[in-house]
């Protein structure tokens, strides 16, 4: 995994190279679909970012903002990430995993499988298809129903 240290407001950060990538003002990057857009900037198609609550760095880290791949890496494989003093696992959110989990009881949830309402509800409500509550350090985006589409679309587009 690639991964720069800089000192940020007098603390240690370590991201992927791709959380920089997209905190930098990369949106003129074209990007092939509405879905990898969102995925890698968090910008709707006005270019206006997309708000959300919580999540692990609460705007201490990169004034530009979150994005799904600041997190979740940039092929949504998931990983450790390291984030001031805290340490957190990422999950893959390739749409086969998400799905397989689910399938195979190996998942979060007794109950349930991804589809684009369970999606909406993990993304934006922030609930595990089961119910059980996301941990706070993922944050609650809110996403309309066409852009949440997209994004599905794209997480289903990507190779395990
Ligand atoms: C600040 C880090 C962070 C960002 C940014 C982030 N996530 Fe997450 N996400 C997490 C963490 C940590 C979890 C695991 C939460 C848990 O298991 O309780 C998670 C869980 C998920 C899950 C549930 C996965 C499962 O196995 O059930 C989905 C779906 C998801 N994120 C999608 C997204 C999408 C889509 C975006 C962008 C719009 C995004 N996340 C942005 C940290 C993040």
Redesign the pocket.
């Given at each position: 995994m690639r991964s720069w240290v800089i000192p940020a407001g007098g603390v240690v950060v370590v991201v992927v190279g791709i959380a920089l990538a997209v905190a930098g003002s990369t949106f003129d990057h074209r990007f092939e679909t509405d879905g990898e857009r969102?995925?890698f900037t968090?910008r709707n198609e006005k270019g206006q970012r997309i708000a959300y609550e919580g999540?692990?760095?609460s705007g201490l880290m990169m004034a530009g903002g979150?994005?799904?791949a600041?997190?979740?890496g940039g092929n949504a494989e998931g990983g450790r990430?390291r984030m001031h003093m805290l340490v957190?696992?990422?999950?893959d959110?390739r749409w086969a995993t998400?799905v397989a989990?689910a399938e195979d009881g190996h998942?979060?949830g007794e109950s349930g499988t991804y589809d684009l309402a369970t999606?909406r509800q993990?993304?934006v409500v922030g609930e595990?298809p089961g119910g059980e509550p996301?941990?706070d350090?993922?944050?609650r985006?809110q996403?309309n129903d066409r852009d949440l589409a997209a994004?599905a679309e794209y997480l289903q587009s990507l190779e395990k």
């Open positions: 969102i995925y968090g999540g692990a760095t979150l994005s799904c600041s997190c979740h990430r957190m696992d990422a999950p959110i998400l989990e998942g979060h999606f993990a993304v595990h996301l941990n350090l993922m944050p985006w996403l994004l």
